[in-house]
């Protein structure tokens, strides 16, 4: 989501799900979009068609584009939670379009789904837990929330990489890069940044936020700075 779009956001109170979204494009271009460790349903309407994605976590930041008037909803899954027929680590850094199955619906699993919308997604959900096409990992779950299970670090790993298609060291770094951005956001220099968020020196930092963020130190902390002509206005 960016400038390209106007979109409202909504938390759940499933335990599948991290957020629930819509938007449309407002115009065409291209944007630089953060690395993501969450996996998504994602619906798409243009110009009459639609279309229903699986897009798996997005390993490294890179470039989106995107074109005007276009309708979309963004299902974001907890970490943890999965489709047993289709884990996250089979479509890492892939979108993957669901078949259609009528106009107002898709093929999931042999069965067929009616698309959800911005304030179903939650029943919508519910139903694919009841079918059994979409799961927890409590292993996951458990180590995320600081309280891990009595199981070797080799079965731990297993279960990250299957549930999430990532390594705990890979969510670990992302995160770490994201409360990086948000002190810079907030005003916090970078030598602040890299002692409150424990980086070794300010180039690593700085290879950390071009990889997962997509902007540099310096760019982050630009782009929260308000407009010269704001300044000037607000001096006089």
Known sequence: MSMGFIF??????????????????????????????????????YQGNVQFLVVGPLTTAGVVNYIDGAELLWIKFKLGTFMPHLPPKTF?????????????????KGAAWQFPDYENVDTFVERLVREEVLVRDPVVDAVLQDQPPALSPRTVRHRFLHTTGLTQNHIHQF?????????????????????????????????SLKQWIGHTPAQILQMNKPPLSEVVSSAR
Do not use: K, N
């Not at 449309?24 to 309407?45: C, D, K, N, Q, Y």
């Not at 890492?92 to 999931?108: K, M, N």
């Open 175 to 207: 995160e770490r890069a994201q409360r990086a951005a948000a002190l810079l956001r907030q005003g916090v220099s970078i030598l602040d940044t890299v002692y409150e968020t424990g980086y070794f020196d300010q180039p690593h930092l700085t290879r």
């Open 92 to 108: 890492l850094d892939v979108e993957t379009s669901l078949p259609g199955a009528a106009s107002q619906s898709f093929w999931l």
């Open 8 to 45: 409202e956001e909504r938390l759940s109170d499933s335990p599948y799900i991290e957020t629930i979204t819509q938007g449309r494009s407002a115009g065409e271009g291209s944007t630089i979009r953060p690395a993501e460790i969450h996996w998504h349903m994602v619906l798409v309407r």
